[in-house]
């Protein structure tokens, strides 16, 4: 392990030993616009914790402690996911995800949701303008993503306010009848247990309904609260510019049509820095670098998952990827790799036998970040550098 993931991991176990090992509680309802907040509840073993810290635990305890922080979290991640739209969309969702179903395993299967799953709501395009797109299906498509294997869906997007607050609130009531959990509002930390170990996982985006990409210092403090009370933080973000020229990430903001899309360098490794063990991105609608950065990784962008004629799939951005990590409970990286895809028809994911993902991160890796670039074999394992 590093040092700072050994400094890390201490501090974690510092700040629970004046803590029963108890239950944690998401309370996740939304009220009106407003948005829902990880609460968690904690009792404390005896009044005096100081005290209690500084004896010795017994050995069963540390036996246990021991144990838990040895285990493996599996993490599957995935990048931008529609179900189509107004003017297009598939008859039987799960027929759209039925080939990719096989990769999307794991204690925590994560995708970002850039379809409003709602009957409602007033369309960001009412207005007209050949240069809006606003993507909706019904709400029971929820039970599809559920059915793929998604267990979380990142609402931090520029398409999850297609309809407005209306839709927004629809989306998240449709998922949640199907079982599967949201991130990505403002304030909103989403907490998972997998046999005792706690998993934060942070949504962010340049948007208001989000939490927001774009306040660096905002978005470390959030990170900060999640490492208190979790003992993995995975981040994702929708954030960078987007289409076929924007497959390179360097250092410096990003902008799309005019609009402010982040600096996804400086915000990746503020969040490392401030305790994400696991950062995926998303957002350009293709595929980007790999980072080691500090003894985590970080994936720049994970492209297009899945579409049904909203997105433009042609060329680079029908290249997509699985990003599958195993995780010990301290946050070390026990393995990794990348199930390349490939979106066929109107953008249907499948397994890609020519394996071009593999090829096209190795080289963005190596030319955009250097030697912070982590080694990606073609087994599709990811190794550190050096590694």
């Known amino acids: 392990m590093s040092s700072s993931g050994q400094s890390r991991a201490a501090s974690r176990s510092a700040q629970q030993r004046g803590r029963r090992r108890a239950r944690a509680t998401v309370l996740a309802a939304a009220v009106g616009s407003c948005v829902a907040v990880a609460v968690f509840v904690y009792t404390r073993d005896t009044p005096n914790a100081a005290s209690q810290a500084a004896a010795p635990e017994p050995a069963r305890t540390v036996a246990a402690r021991s144990a838990r922080f040895n285990a493996i979290v599996r993490i599957a991640a ?8 107004d003017a297009s969309r598939p008859s039987r969702p799960s027929a759209l995800l039925r080939r990719a179903r096989p990769f999307l395993v794991g204690d925590v299967v994560l995708g970002n949701l850039e379809t409003a799953l709602t009957n409602g709501g007033s369309s960001k395009c009412a207005a007209g303008g050949s240069s809006c797109f606003s993507f909706r299906a019904p709400p029971s498509f929820a039970r599809a993503l559920a059915g793929a294997g998604f267990t979380v869906l990142n609402l931090a997007n ?16 449709a998922l949640r009848a199907a079982g599967l959990r949201t991130t990505g509002r403002p304030g909103e930390i989403t907490v998972v247990r997998v046999e005792g170990t706690r998993i934060a996982i942070l949504g962010f ?3 208001p309904w989000a939490q927001d990409a774009l306040d660096l210092s905002g978005a470390a403090t959030l990170v900060r609260r999640a490492a208190q009370r979790a003992d993995l933080v995975i981040v994702t973000a929708h954030i960078g510019a987007e289409g076929s020229a924007a497959t390179h990430v360097r250092p410096g903001p990003e902008t799309f049509l005019g609009e402010q899309r982040g600096n996804p360098m400086a915000f990746a490794h503020r969040v490392v820095n401030a305790g994400a063990d696991l950062v995926a991105m998303h957002g350009p609608h293709v595929l980007r670098a790999l980072e080691w950065y500090r003894g985590r990784l970080i994936a720049y962008s994970l492209g297009n998952f899945s579409a049904f004629g909203n997105f433009n799939i042609a060329g680079s951005g029908g290249i997509s990827a699985v990003l599958q990590a195993d995780l010990h409970s301290d946050g070390r990286l026990a393995k990794a790799r990348l199930v390349p895809l490939v979106l066929l028809g109107k953008g249907e994911p499948v397994a890609d036998p020519s394996r071009r993902a593999l090829t096209v991160v190795r080289t963005l890796s190596r030319s955009d970040i250097g030697q912070r670039a982590p080694r990606v074999l073609s087994s599709g394992e990811i190794r550190p550098p050096g590694g």
């Open 205 to 207: 985006a340049p948007y």
């Open 158 to 173: 520029n398409h999850a306010n297609d309809y407005g607050p209306t839709g927004r609130q629809q989306t998240v009531k």
């Open 78 to 85: 995935v990048g931008d996911t529609t179900l189509g739209s």
